[in-house]
Nanobody, 119 residues
Framework: QVQLVESGGGLVQPGGSLGLSCAAS????????MGWYRQAPGKQRELVAV???????NYADSVKGRFTISRDNAKNTVYLQMNSLKPEDTAVYYC?????????????WGQGTQVTVSS
């Protein structure tokens, strides 16, 4: 059983910064891609940023230059640093990881953490 636990969400004013983290735990042989997705009310879940085990990154156009994804492979943890936040960044943010556990490789999701950007 693999679990992803997110932390770091909250309320922030426009232009502010917030950091998210997501730690994977359980029987983990290897973690391939890790990423962050978000879902705003009434909208579909969308990709925010992803990072490979080797550190290659990809970002949604809407967050390029403002958000930074990183990971610590030794801690099985992925981070998302969000700067210059806008009201349209308000959403529930979900962590995702492609994990090899025992003889099974699968996609795992965190429970989500709320990010609200408002004055």
């Amino acid at each position: 059983q693999v679990q992803l636990v997110e932390s770091g969400g909250g309320l922030v004013q426009p232009g502010g910064s917030l950091g998210l983290s997501c730690a994977a735990s359980g029987i983990i042989f290897s973690i391939y891609g890790m990423g962050w997705y978000r879902q705003a009310p009434g909208k579909q879940r969308e990709l925010v940023a992803v990072i490979t085990s080797g550190g290659r990154t990809n970002y949604a156009d809407s967050v390029k230059g403002r958000f930074t994804i990183s990971r610590d492979n030794a801690k099985n943890t992925v981070y998302l640093q969000m700067n210059s936040l806008k009201p349209e960044d308000t959403a529930v943010y979900y962590c995702n990881a492609d994990v090899l556990s025992m003889a099974f490789r699968g996609d795992y999701w965190g429970q989500g953490t709320q990010v609200t950007v408002s004055s």
